[in-house]
Structures are given as structure tokens and as C-alpha cells.
């Protein structure tokens, strides 16, 4: 059972537009929220972070939009350049769990 | 800068043949973790560890074991590996009582079971 939903799968951007990707949980314990970003041949690092206190956290061109109320969360990437080609994963923690949830991922493809 | 390394980048195994793949972190974390990465499945988590000889199952630790006798390596065994276990596994370190903060990732090692 899937604790984080991501979508798309898969998402094909033209060079300054903007990416969206989204993510939806149910378990309302979680209280952490990070997004991770892969590159071929590399592990994830982590690239933003949002607590559920805040419904915004913006980091250059980067930018997670939160939801509590919905219980989604998504990641915006203005500007879009061909270097944020990658894959990228939300996750979801909660107090007492040893672990992060992750979603699926989305491959992102900017094209030039 | 933290670094996380795996033994291997690439392994080719043949289906019962016992697998060790290996992680190292020189940033003294206290919590490691192994993870397999799937297409459409994301991150799974296999096996966690918050100290030397401490264990615990993440999601998916059927057919797979883990040792932890340093601080700083964590190794994931394969017993007797089946075609289903091939995949890219990943390591990964966090700091104690943190283990949703910053999880930082080797480079993953691809295995093949034939």
C-alpha cells in the first residue's frame, strides 16, 4: 500500500516553463515533508523540505506548495532548465516511524 | 561533505548465489538505512539500522539480512538471490533521532540475478 501518491509518472517540459508535480498522503501523523532529486547515475539528495505548519516554502526556483487541508503537497520548478532534468520523489515521515515514506517518482525531461 | 559509498556499482549474480553489497559513510551517522529502487515503485525501504548490531525490517526484508558491526558500515546480504531481487539498491546515513531529516545517498549499486 502506497502511504504517498505521486504524479505523473513521467512529465516533458519545454526549457522556462514550469513543472508541477504532485504528491497526496492519508495519514494525517505525518509531519514532514521532503522532496528528493536523482540524477542518472547519482543517489537522491535532498532538495526541499516543508514542515505542515507552513503552506509554502520557496527555495530559488524551487518551490513546495502544501495543502493540509487536502493532504497534498507539490513540488514547482519555475523557470525550468534542461539541467533539472532528473527524477524526482516525495516522501512523507511521521514521529515514531523509523523511516520516510516515498512516492513513486516523476522523470522530469526539460526540453531545450 | 557527507560521502556514502557502495562497494559496487554494477553486480552480476547467478539465481542461490549468497550476495553481499557493502555501504560506507565517513560522516559518523548513527542511522543507516537500504533501500531497492523499482520503476513505478519508488524507494523501498529493506532494512534500517540507528547503531552498531541494531536492526530493524523496513517494508520488504523478506530474502535479505544486514550487519552492522561498525558505526560506519552497514552491509545488506542477499542469502540465496532470486531473479525478483534484481534491482538497484541503495544506502543511505542520517543523523541519531533524525531519521526523517536529510538522508544522504551513495550511488547505488545495479544488480543482475541470472
Known amino acids: 500500500q502506497q502511504q504517498v501518491k505521486q504524479s505523473p509518472q513521467s512529465l516533458i517540459v519545454q526549457k522556462g516553463g514550469i513543472s508541477i508535480i504532485n504528491c497526496a498522503y492519508e495519514n494525517t501523523a505525518f509531519d514532514y515533508f521532503p522532496w528528493y532529486q536523482q540524477f542518472p547515475g547519482k543517489g537522491p539528495a535532498l532538495l526541499i523540505a516543508i514542515r505542515p505548519d507552513v503552506s509554502e516554502k520557496k527555495e530559488g526556483r524551487f518551490t513546495i506548495s502544501f495543502n493540509k487541508s487536502a493532504k497534498q503537497f507539490s513540488l514547482h520548478i519555475m523557470d525550468s532548465q534542461p539541467g533539472d532534468s532528473a527524477t524526482y520523489f516525495c516522501?512523507?515521515?511521521?514521529?515514531?516511524?523509523?523511516?520516510?515514506?516515498f512516492g513513486t517518482g516523476t522523470r522530469l525531461t526539460v526540453i531545450p | 561533505d557527507v560521502k556514502v559509498t557502495q562497494s559496487s556499482r554494477y553486480l552480476v549474480k547467478r539465481t542461490g548465489e549468497k550476495v553481499f553489497l557493502e555501504c560506507v559513510q565517513d560522516m559518523d551517522h548513527e542511522n543507516m538505512f537500504w533501500y531497492r529502487q523499482d520503476p513505478g515503485l519508488g524507494l523501498r525501504l529493506i532494512y534500517f539500522?540507528?547503531?552498531?548490531?541494531?536492526?530493524e525490517k523496513g517494508d520488504i526484508p523478506e530474502g535479505y539480512s544486514v550487519s552492522r558491526e561498525k558505526k560506519e558500515r552497514f552491509s545488506l546480504i542477499l542469502e540465496s538471490a532470486s531473479t525478483n531481487q534484481t534491482s538497484m539498491y541503495l544506502c543511505?546515513?542520517?543523523?541519531?533521532?533524525?531519521?526523517?531529516?536529510?538522508?544522504?545517498f551513495g550511488p547505488g549499486t545495479r544488480l543482475l540475478v541470472l
Open positions: 543511505a546515513s542520517s543523523l541519531q533521532g533524525r531519521p526523517q531529516e536529510t538522508q544522504y
Open positions: 516522501a512523507a515521515y511521521r514521529a515514531g516511524a523509523n523511516n520516510l515514506f
Open positions: 539500522s540507528y547503531d552498531v548490531k541494531m536492526k
